[in-house]
C-alpha cells in the first residue's frame, strides 16, 4: 500500500493541530472521511436530491436508486444473500436496539436466558439487561481470560436449552480481541439460540461473511468505515425479518394504510420508517467502493503489521500497562493502556499537546473496566492511512508524558 | 498554550501528595460525584463549628487536575466560614469560567488557573466545587 498517496485522499489528515501535523489515532471512535466520501454527498445535494421512494420525476428516481445502490453494497461487503436482509439505520447501536424491540420482545420470555460477553461495548449489553429487566430473563456474562481473550470453556458452560440469545462483539473496542464468531455460532444454534455479532469494530478493519460466520444478526455502524455519521446497518437473515414485527412505524414502512387497517411494506422496508437518511446511505456507498478497492484483506494484513510494530515500540514506554492480547493474530488495530502515576486523562491532553488524537475514559464498557480494576485506559485505535511514523511520535509522547509526571513508585 | 503552564509543579505535588485525603469521624455533611464521561471520583466530608468548616477531608480517584483541585480546595477552606468558602469558590469558578477573578483570596488555587485553555479539562477542575456544593447546602 502507498500509504503517502492514500493519506492524501483524506483531507483531514493534513490538518495542523496546535501547530503540529495532526496524528489521528482515535479510529475505533471515528475515522475520518475521504474526499469521495464528501464529494458523494455534496453531489447529491448540488446534482440530485429528492426524497427516497416517493417522487416520480428523474430526481427522486436518482436519489431512490443510489440509496438502494449503497443497500447492494453493503450487501456486497458483508457478503449477505440478499439485499433484503439489510436494513439501514442510524448505527449499529440503533440496529441492535432494533433486535432488542423486535425479535427479542417477542420471543425472549420469562426465565430465558441471554449471554453476552465481559466485552460488550454498552450497546451490545444495556438492550439485553433492558430487555431481561422487562422480561426476568437471566444474563450471563462471558469472563475474558488473562490473555485478553474470550473464556470459550466458560461460554460451552453457560449454554444450555435456556439459551435463546447470544450476543457477542466481534472486535473488542478496548481490547481489540477479535472474538471467534464462528465457532460462537455454531455452538449457540446447537442450542437454538440466536446469535447476534456487533462488527461496529470489526466490519471496518476485516473482510465481514455473515453466510459463512452464520450469524443471525450483524450490526455495523457507517461512520466507523470512513462513511459518514448517521448511518448504519442491521444485516438479519431474511427469514427472522419475516417474521418480525416492525420497530419504528410511519411512512415508508407501509404498503396501505386505512383507518382500521395497516399492511406493512416488503422487506426491507418494513423496517425504515420515515424519510431514511439517504444522505448517509449514498456517502456509505462511496466508503465502501473506497475500502473494496484497496481491499479488505490488504486492509488488514497492513493494519495487523502497524499493531504489531506498534505492541513492539509501547512496550519500551516505562511503567505501561498494555490490555488485552499482545499477540496482533489474535486483535485489531486497538491498543488499551495506562501508565502507571499518569492518569489517561492526563495522557490525552498531554498527546494533545503534540497534535495526537486518541481516546481516554471508560470506552463505553464499563463492566470491562470494572473487570480490569480501573476507571478509565487510555486508547490509540489505528486505521489503515495510519503509518509506523506515526507510531513512533504517540510513543516518544507517551514517555514524555512519563517525565512529566516523574518516576512515582 | 504550554504543559509547564497546565501541569505546574504544585500541581503534580498535590496530586501525587494530597491533602486532606481520607474520612472523617462523624462528618456533619458529605457529598459526592462524578464525570461519566472520564471516570472522575471525588467525595467529601466536612465537619463544621458554628459556621465555621473546622476540617474537611477528600477521597477520589481520577486525573491530575481533578484530584489536586480537590487537594488545593481543601486546603484552601479549611478553618474558613461558610461565607468566605462560598466566596473563594465563587472566585474560583470565575477563575475557570476565564472571567476577573480574585487571586489573593484563591492562594494556591490559582495554580489551576491554565485549566481554562483546555475546555475538556474544565469540568476535572469543577468536580470538587460542584461537590461542595452539595455538602455546604446540608448545613443547617
Not at chain 1, 95 to 113: C, P, R, S, V
Not at chain 1, 168 to 181: A, D, K, L
Not at chain 2, 105 to 132: F, I, N, Q, T, W
Request: include cysteine.
Amino acid at each position: 500500500m502507498d500509504i503517502e498517496r492514500i493519506r492524501k485522499d483524506f483531507p483531514v489528515l493534513s490538518r495542523m493541530v496546535r501547530d503540529k501535523k495532526l496524528v489521528y489515532l482515535d479510529n475505533a471512535a471515528t475515522t475520518q472521511k475521504p474526499s469521495v466520501v464528501i464529494e458523494a454527498i455534496a453531489d447529491l445535494y448540488r446534482n440530485y436530491n429528492a426524497n427516497v421512494h416517493r417522487g416520480v420525476y428523474l430526481l427522486a428516481e436518482e436519489s431512490t436508486q443510489a440509496y438502494e445502490d449503497s443497500r447492494e453494497a453493503v450487501r456486497r461487503f458483508i457478503n449477505a444473500n440478499s439485499t433484503k436482509e439489510i436494513v439501514f439505520t442510524r448505527n449499529a447501536t440503533e440496529a441492535l436496539n432494533l433486535i432488542a424491540y423486535t425479535w427479542a420482545e417477542a420471543n425472549i420470555k420469562a426465565g430465558d436466558e441471554i449471554i453476552v460477553s465481559i466485552m460488550e461495548h454498552h450497546s451490545n449489553y444495556v438492550p439485553w439487561f433492558r430487555l431481561a429487566r422487562r422480561k426476568g430473563a437471566v444474563i450471563k456474562i462471558v469472563p475474558s481470560r488473562m490473555d485478553g481473550e474470550l473464556d470459550m470453556d466458560a461460554y460451552k458452560s453457560m449454554l444450555s436449552d435456556k439459551t435463546r440469545l447470544v450476543g457477542i462483539v466481534h472486535m473488542s473496542n478496548v481490547f481489540g480481541t477479535i472474538n471467534p464468531v464462528k465457532e460462537i455460532v455454531s455452538l449457540a444454534h446447537k442450542k437454538g439460540a440466536v446469535v447476534v455479532v456487533d462488527g461496529a469494530q470489526s466490519a471496518p478493519h476485516m473482510k465481514i461473511d455473515v453466510r459463512d460466520i452464520d450469524c443471525d444478526f450483524f450490526a455495523l455502524s457507517g461512520h466507523k468505515m470512513l462513511g459518514p455519521t448517521g448511518i448504519g446497518a442491521l444485516y438479519a437473515k431474511e427469514s427472522y425479518l419475516e417474521s418480525m414485527d416492525p420497530f419504528l412505524s410511519g411512512g415508508e414502512m407501509i404498503l396501505k394504510v386505512t383507518l382500521d387497517s395497516v399492511v406493512y411494506n416488503e422487506l426491507p422496508w418494513k423496517f425504515e420508517a420515515g424519510t431514511p437518511n439517504y444522505e448517509g446511505a449514498i456517502g456509505l456507498k462511496a466508503a465502501i467502493e473506497y475500502l473494496e478497492a484497496l481491499g479488505m484483506d490488504t486492509v488488514e494484513t497492513y493494519e495487523r503489521e502497524l499493531t504489531a510494530y506498534a505492541l513492539e515500540k509501547m512496550k519500551t514506554v516505562p511503567d505501561i500497562f498494555i490490555y488485552g492480547p499482545l499477540n496482533a493474530a489474535k486483535k485489531g488495530g486497538i491498543l488499551a493502556f495506562n501508565i502507571k502515576g499518569v492518569h489517561s486523562h492526563d495522557i490525552g491532553t498531554i498527546l494533545d499537546s503534540e497534535g495526537i488524537a486518541i481516546r481516554a475514559g471508560h470506552h463505553c464498557a464499563q463492566p470491562l473496566m470494572i473487570d480490569c480494576g480501573v476507571s478509565a485506559m487510555a486508547r490509540a485505535s489505528f486505521y489503515f492511512y495510519n503509518t509506523k511514523q506515526e507510531i513512533d511520535l504517540l510513543v516518544a509522547a507517551l514517555k514524555k508524558a512519563k517525565e512529566i509526571f516523574g518516576h512515582v513508585a | 498554550m504550554s504543559l509547564e503552564e497546565l501541569f505546574k509543579e504544585i500541581i503534580i505535588e498535590h496530586y501525587q501528595h494530597p491533602k486532606n485525603q481520607g474520612h472523617l469521624e462523624h462528618p456533619d455533611a458529605k457529598s459526592d460525584g462524578s464525570n461519566p464521561l472520564c471516570g472522575d471520583e471525588i467525595a467529601m466530608e466536612l465537619r463544621f463549628d458554628g459556621d465555621r468548616v473546622k476540617d474537611v477531608m477528600f477521597t477520589g480517584n481520577g486525573c491530575s487536575i481533578s484530584q489536586s483541585a480537590a487537594s488545593l480546595i481543601t486546603e484552601a477552606i479549611k478553618g474558613k466560614t461558610v461565607e468566605e468558602t462560598k466566596k473563594i469558590m465563587g472566585e474560583y469558578r470565575n477563575m475557570l469560567a476565564g472571567k476577573e477573578y480574585d487571586a489573593e483570596l484563591l492562594g494556591d488555587l490559582e495554580a489551576l488557573s491554565d485549566v481554562k485553555k483546555y475546555p475538556a479539562r474544565v469540568k476535572c477542575a469543577s468536580l470538587s466545587v460542584a461537590v461542595l456544593d452539595q455538602a455546604l447546602q446540608q448545613k443547617k
